[in-house]
């Protein structure tokens, strides 16, 4: 089967600038992220951008559509999952709250939905993974609200499950048939299955579309059952980020102060203060 990994690719990728203008939290653990950009930044559902918020490094995150009310041009819609010791993700509503700047760069990504067929989808996030799905999932329905769909998301623990206002949304399409899951035992609701993605999976077929974004243990799980069966499966594993430069930023400045010999730094001291900012403080400098 054609298993589909993602790349970024180099065409139509843009740099605009925006300001973070909706921060909700989801669950515990997830935010939904507004940003108002200065100019429009077209992008496919399921494909992703580079989120640079000033002062910090830049990090992927997925396109997603706002669980409540309708897109517009100027706003783009992520779902953000707090890391713990996330240098990025866990300074949200922190030091990163609303009018905050970000650079938005992109969109990247291959796996993004393909319009214009029918055959049956076979939609898998495993916690914000949910985020393209989502994407793919209205993009698809917008298109064809009798296309045929399976989804299947959720994450370790019930926690995982902050999308489920648009699983109840999605599940009330005849055709659209929900599976949310989770793999540690819970007593809390029976609509939610026992397992991995994995178990979940209908008997595919060649002609079934997959998607399956998340954690990369479960993308590669499905990739390779797509493959067996010789189904398309379009894959986006959320890796985390190797690359911590933070561009043209005040903690490089803070650094290259730092780098300077003491006794400079004393001279300078006087003539200047010291850089004082949010990342600067974020990363114990
Ligand atoms: C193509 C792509 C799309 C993505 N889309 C989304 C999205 O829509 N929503 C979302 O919440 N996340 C998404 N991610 C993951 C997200 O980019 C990372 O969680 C984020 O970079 C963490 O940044 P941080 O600075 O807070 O953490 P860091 O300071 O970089 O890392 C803190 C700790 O968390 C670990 N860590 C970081 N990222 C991950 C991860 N993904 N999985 C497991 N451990 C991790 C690190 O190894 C480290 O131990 C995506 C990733 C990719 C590659």
Known sequence: GDAVIERGQPSGIRTVEGVLSSLRPLSPEVM???????????????????????????????????????????????????????????????????????????????????????SRLILVGTNTGFAPIWSIAVAALRENPERRMMIIAGGRTIVSLY??????????????????????????????????????????????????????????????IAAQIGAVCYADPFLPTTDDTVEDGVLTRAIGWLAVPASRQMGQLARESPPQSAATADAGL
């Not at 970000?102 to 393909?114: D, M, N």
């Not at 929900?178 to 991995?196: E, I, M």
Request: with cysteine; glycine share 10%.
């Open 32 to 118: 939904e992220v507004g940003i108002r950009t200065d100019g429009a930044l077209p992008y496919h559902a399921g494909q992703y951008a580079q989120l640079c918020f000033s002062g910090y490094p830049s990090r992927p995150f997925s396109f997603t559509h706002p669980l409540s009310g309708n897109p517009n041009s100027r706003s783009v819609w992520f779902h953000v999952r707090r890391m713990k010791d996330g240098r990025v993700t866990s300074a949200l509503g922190k030091r990163i709250r609303p009018g905050h700047r970000v650079k938005l760069t992109g969109p990247y990504g291959s796996a993004h939905f393909r319009p214009n067929l029918d």
């Open 163 to 224: 999308m489920g206002l648009a699983l109840a949304q999605l599940a009330r399409f005849p055709n659209v048939l929900v599976v949310p899951f989770c793999s540690t035992p819970q007593t809390l609701s029976k609509a939610v299955k026992l397992g991995r993605p994995t178990d979940h999976l209908p008997r595919l077929l060649p002609t079934d579309v997959l998607y399956a974004c998340g954690a990369p243990g479960m993308v590669d799980s499905i990739k390779s």
